[in-house]
């Protein structure tokens, strides 16, 4: 069974204190691993997909990177406004059992900048 | 465009009632998720569609549970009987067929079962 594990659960950081999200996964061969923003009251949004180890993907103060298990989103810099739930999600490849191809997602890091 | 449409969003209804939630997919896109969030449980597929068939439920929790895609631009998802642990966010989304999951979101049900 796909598995996604998000740390911390919470973080607090002040404006301009850089900090990184931890996503471990355990997935039967990777198609993909996303990254999605979600505000309060809203649907989650799209940031970024990374398919293979090494890959590096950035996004103004955002750049998420992938290991072999795991995936980090370093904030760089941030401000008030990238103050949200991340959440991150697994793709597995087409089992023969199955088929089924649909998104595990992690229970996300709530991440609050203060000024 | 519009992104996705959900609707409505808020629903309280009473333990047993028949509860339907729409959602309207961006159009051209192939795929079609329903999607429940709680703060236990997290984001949870419940099932998804693909050129509006129906290609895995195995995430919709009971009978109680059912939903169609009757064309490209109209899905439904249907508790009936309701109950109170039912209460959660429901969320619809689509995606196209070659980034399937690049998905996006709708704003999400509300749905509070008393």
């Known amino acids: 069974e796909d598995q996604v594990t998000q740390s911390p659960e919470a973080l607090r950081l002040q404006e301009g204190e850089s900090s990184s999200l931890n996503c471990s996964y355990t997935v039967s061969g990777l198609r993909g691993l996303f990254w999605y923003r979600q505000d309060p009251g809203k649907g989650p949004e799209f940031l970024f997909t990374l398919y293979s180890a090494g890959e590096e993907k950035e996004k103004e103060r955002l750049k998420a990177t992938l290991t072999k298990k795991e995936s980090f989103l370093h904030i760089t810099a941030p401000k008030p406004e990238d103050s949200a739930t991340y959440l991150c999600?697994?793709?597995?490849?087409?089992?023969?059992?199955?088929?089924?191809?649909?998104?595990?997602f992690g229970s996300g890091t709530r991440l609050q900048v203060q000024p | 465009d519009a992104g996705v449409i959900q609707s409505p969003r808020h629903e309280v209804t009473e333990m047993g009632q028949e509860v339907t939630l729409r959602c309207k997919p961006i159009?051209?896109?192939?795929?079609l998720f329903w999607y429940r969030q709680t703060m236990m449980r997290g984001l949870e597929l419940l099932i998804y569609f693909n050129n509006n068939v129906p290609i895995d439920d195995s995430g919709m929790p009971e009978d109680r549970f059912s939903a169609k895609m009757p064309n490209a631009s109209f899905s439904t998802l249907k508790i009936q009987p309701s109950e109170p642990r039912d209460s959660a966010v429901y969320f619809c989304?689509?995606?196209?067929?070659?980034?399937?999951?690049?998905?996006?979101f709708g704003p999400g049900t509300r749905l509070t079962v008393t």
């Open positions: 999600a697994v793709q597995a490849a087409r089992t023969m059992d199955t088929g089924r191809r649909a998104l595990t």
């Open positions: 159009s051209g896109h192939d795929y």
């Open positions: 989304a689509s995606s196209r067929l070659k980034q399937r999951g690049e998905q996006y």
